[in-house]
């Protein structure tokens, strides 16, 4: 059986790795990491549960030479200096030039083709001169690259979560990005039936959230913006790691559990959670999508081979247009009508009010 060796970079809690194993399954090969890294030691404690390997520390303690051959770079690299909930220096901040470690590893190692994921503002940081610095360094390094920024809601989840992946190849051949279109999850699937108290927000938190917005007959995710704004949706907005407890709240009411969260991401239920809930919260939120990541893969190794000849069973499909996947039974008395374009697909208006 063909062997796709990989390195796991800023692994987290093993997103991508989750992603490219089930790839390999999929398509009949096999998928071996020969190094994973992470500095956090949380991090470190849940991928070691969950994968029966430690992760290396500090990236810049890694001699790049020391480093085993491998087909396939993946990295979520850190993506505060980017992020909205940052303070948007880019390569101003220490942790910005940690693409640099990648591009370190890159030149030395020379694997076939990367992956590199981070927030969906890196395209717009800096005029878009961030990300043109990043596509310089990798192109003259050898590497054909395209990136494109991906929804998960467009992969099954029930997340409004847009990130940037950067995909790279000596020849990028026939690769072409995914296009999603798979039915959403609907919230019921990923709430779990009994919550303790302890993720309920407060009366006055819950009282207040009431007095905005009616209840809602289906599942619903409550979101308020830094400015008090609040929006009801039938999916969650993006989890956020360093954002508020209460900005996110099951029908106006209570936090999502861990468990619930990492479902968001599209991690299986056998995933062991060992950390508390402030580090699992601050995990799942640092994480990627993982059906996003596994949709890029798997059109990474059909263009570069590794497939074994089929990959049958393993298509994505679902032409439903994903506004009709979203809307609720109760939509005529609880949802507005209309719909507003974002990013180019329809989606339902959310109820609105200060």
């Given at each position: ?61 890694i ?57 969906k ?35 099954g ?54 007095a ?20 009801v ?40 959670i ?19 990541a ?41 949802y ?19």
């Amino acid at each position: 059986m063909q062997t796709v060796r990989f390195i796991d970079l800023f692994c987290g809690i093993g997103g991508f790795r989750y992603a490219i194993e089930a790839v390999a399954s999929k398509v009949g090969v096999s998928a071996e990491c020969v190094l994973s890294s992470d500095i956090d030691l949380h991090c470190q404690k849940a991928y070691a549960a969950n994968f029966g390997e430690a992760p290396a520390g500090d990236i810049h303690s890694i001699e790049a030479n020391s480093i085993p051959d491998h087909d396939i770079l993946l990295a979520g690299f850190p993506c505060q200096p980017f992020s909205i909930i940052g303070h948007r220096k880019g390569f101003e901040d220490a942790r910005g030039t940690l693409f640099f470690e990648i591009a370190r590893i890159i030149e030395a190692k020379k694997p076939k083709a990367f992956v590199l994921e981070n927030v969906k503002l890196l395209v717009g940081h800096n005029d878009g001169k961030t990300l043109a610095r990043i596509l310089e360094v990798l192109s003259n390094l050898g590497y054909q690259t395209d990136c494109m920024v991906l929804n998960a809601l467009d992969f099954g989840l029930p997340q409004k979560r847009e990130r940037l992946f950067i995909v790279g190849s000596r020849d990028l051949g026939t690769f072409e990005w995914p296009k999603g279109e798979v039915p959403m999850k609907p919230l019921h699937e990923i709430l779990e039936a009994t919550v303790p108290k302890e993720y309920y927000a407060s009366d006055y938190i819950r009282e207040r959230r009431l007095a905005e917005h009616p209840p809602t007959k289906e599942p619903t995710i409550w979101h308020e913006n830094k400015s008090g704004h609040i929006s009801v949706y039938p999916y969650s907005c993006a989890l956020r790691a360093g954002a508020s407890y209460n900005y996110l709240l099951v029908n106006g009411e209570r936090r999502l559990t861990p468990r619930e969260m990492l479902r968001l991401q599209g991690f299986p239920d056998t995933f062991r959670i060992v950390c508390n809930y402030s580090q699992t919260r601050k995990q799942v939120g640092n994480s990627l999508p993982v059906p996003v990541a596994e949709a890029v893969l798997l059109k990474v190794f059909c263009s570069r081979g590794w497939t074994n000849g089929s990959i049958s069973d393993f298509v994505y499909s679902g032409k439903q247009p994903l506004y009709q996947q979203m809307k609720l039974l109760d939509t005529v008395h609880y949802y507005d009508e209309k719909t507003k374009a974002k990013n180019g697909r329809k989606v339902p208006s959310s109820i609105s009010a200060k």
